[in-house]
């Protein structure tokens, strides 16, 4: 009996189609044998390895045409987009939700940040991130320049940098100003990544028109920072969202939400700032020449000396 009890089964590939397409077609939903691991499979998904019974039969072009390819690039198995929906009709609702356990169908939150940044950088890098205009560029000290450039470059090249940098911080400070909601660490850290996939989103749908007119309108140039508005508010929103199960004011609420938004973007500002310090320091010990021209020029004295007396006005 013990043999039995942990010997393989192996399982001829042409009989086990044969054996699912009789399953699949029979009303009473006999149970077939798992194609991967061999267990009996009475329901959809094997019980032992979770693999789906449903599709296993012979690939076929048509199969691959009109199902498999739209379902990775659209469907994604429901989760990413199912998630996006719910981020933007009921966030808090949704990571009360995930954090209680309820996540089968939601994208893992990593992944929907990682893959939500790689495309919206791959649809902004195909427009041009440049926030400058060639005509303002020139009028620039070279330093300036080639550290807006080196910026750019370490950006488009490192999307997901910046979010290493500010993810661990922004949880710290929602889970301590946010504290009522009763999320820890680890939890908030994960809500954070919905919250900043779904920002990036917003910030690319409202970004991506003004950079694309910007060469064409130049004045919209000075309002791409109002980019940043549809973040704010947003995030404002999710947090107001994730105290409403408590019993607090609901002007503390919006008080903690939007004091931990304001305290987020400074932390952002603050990020950006080191790395443009890190990026000069490093042009600088490159080639310290680029200091010079941040100087002021000094006019000569024998150019002084000769320069015409002013005239006196009558």
Known sequence: ??????????I????AHSVHGVAAHSSGHA???CLNCGTLVADRFCGHCGQDAHHTHRLTLRFLLLH?????????DKGIGYTFRQMITRPGATLHEYMAGRRA?????ISYLLLICAVCMLLLSAVGMNPMAASQQA???RLVQLTMERYMQLYTKYPTLIYVVLLPGNALLATWLLRPARFNFAEMLLGQAFISGTTTVISTVVMLPMMLLTPYFPVLQQFLVLGMLPFMVYTAWVYRQLL???RMPVEDK???????VVLQTLLLFASIMVVYVVIIFSLVRQDPTLLKELQPKKVPNSAARHAPAPQPTR
């Open 139 to 141: 009028d620039m000290p």
């Open 244 to 246: 409403e199960p408590t």
């Open 105 to 109: 169908q939601h994208f893992r939150p």
């Open 68 to 76: 498999d390819l739209p379902h990775s690039i659209w469907h994604v």
């Open 12 to 15: 001829d590939p042409a009989l």
């Open 1 to 10: 009996m013990e043999s039995l009890a942990t010997s393989t089964i192996t």
């Open 254 to 260: 919006w008080v903690r939400s939007i004091g931990t």
């Open 31 to 33: 149970p077939a044998a």
